[in-house]
Each structure stands twice: as structure tokens, then as C-alpha cells.
């Protein structure tokens, strides 16, 4: 499906770039995986290649499409739940569909929460996960640097419209 030097995304992850395909062994079952090095953490990862459509892996966006995700970042923060559990909970669900819509809608309305009130240390690590995923995926569409395209980010949130009050769910 995917080959050497194809830029894709890894659900719950980031986007990186295949690099290798290895054959190793675990457990006593020898499996093929794809070599992934992401670009924002100097980080590799083995995705088993016969998993890849069952885990979502898919390819990065289209560069075309890097506007409608910064768009997003300016949007309106959306209603969520105040319950911070269900908040949680609904924020991993987008967050796990891999989706960089998903992912933007999420690092927006955290950091904005975050700006207002603070975030528990659940949701804080939450938006460094989901913004980490995101700028991956931005570094490898635009071949900007990371710190160009969080720059980039940051300012589109600063952007912000008004913002919604929170619905009680």
C-alpha cells in the first residue's frame, strides 16, 4: 500500500515519512513494519504493515488543504461539555479519528480553554499530544520548519473570532 519516502499519517501519533520496511520478530511471530521518522521529536515508529488500514494510517493532506486547516484555528471555539470527563472523552474521540480537522478543532478549543481558565493536567497533556500531531503533519505539508509552522499556528489561534459560551451537556 504505502512505499519508501511516502509521507503519511499515524493516528494518536503524527505524521511522518516511511523510511524503511523492516521484518522483525516479537512474541515469536515475525511480522513486516513500516519505519517511520517523524519529524517533531526526532522520533521513529514500526507500524505493522498488514494493520496499517485497520489503525487509519493514511497519507498527509494535500497542500491545498493546509488553508482550511488554519481556518479552523480561527474558528469559534465550540461548545463542549463542562463535565471535564466527558470533555475529555469527546475531545480523544476526535482526536483518535485522525482527522486533522478533528486534531485543529481540538488544539483550538483547548488553547483557548486554556487561555481563559487553565486546563487539568489531563487536558494539558491532551493539547500538547493533539498539537504535536498537528504540527507534524503541517511541518510535512508546507516543508516549513516546525517552529515556522507553530508560529503559524499560534498567531491563526490568537485570530480567534469571538468566542462561544459553553453549553452545559
Known amino acids: 500500500m504505502f512505499k519508501i519516502g ?3 499519517v499515524y493516528p494518536m501519533h503524527g505524521a511522518g515519512i ?3 520496511v523492516d521484518i522483525k520478530e516479537i512474541l515469536g511471530e515475525k511480522r513486516e513494519y513500516y519505519i517511520i521518522q517523524m519529524p517533531i521529536g526526532d522520533m521513529k515508529v514500526l ?3 498488514d494493520n496499517v488500514e485497520e489503525i ?3 497519507y498527509i493532506i494535500a497542500e491545498d488543504k493546509m ?3 488554519i481556518d479552523i484555528l480561527r474558528g469559534h471555539k465550540t461548545a463542549m461539555p ?3 470527563n466527558r470533555r475529555y472523552r469527546a475531545n480523544m474521540d476526535r482526536i483518535k479519528t485522525g482527522d486533522i480537522d478533528e486534531i ?3 488544539v483550538r478549543n483547548l488553547t483557548i480553554m486554556d487561555n481563559q481558565k487553565g486546563l487539568s493536567t489531563g487536558e494539558r497533556k491532551m493539547l500538547t499530544n493533539a498539537r504535536q500531531m498537528l504540527l507534524s503533519e503541517l511541518v510535512l505539508v508546507s516543508d ?3 517552529e515556522k509552522v507553530e508560529k503559524m499556528v499560534e498567531e491563526a489561534i490568537l485570530e480567534t473570532d469571538e468566542i462561544e459560551d459553553e453549553e452545559n451537556f
Request: aromatic share 4%; glycine share 12%.
Open 104 to 106: 485543529a478543532a481540538v
Open 6 to 8: 511516502d509521507k503519511i
Open 56 to 58: 487509519g494510517v493514511r
Open 144 to 146: 516549513l520548519s516546525a
Open 67 to 69: 488553508e482550511g486547516v
Open 18 to 20: 516511511i523510511t524503511g
Open 47 to 49: 507500524v505493522p504493515v
Open 82 to 84: 463542562q463535565n471535564w
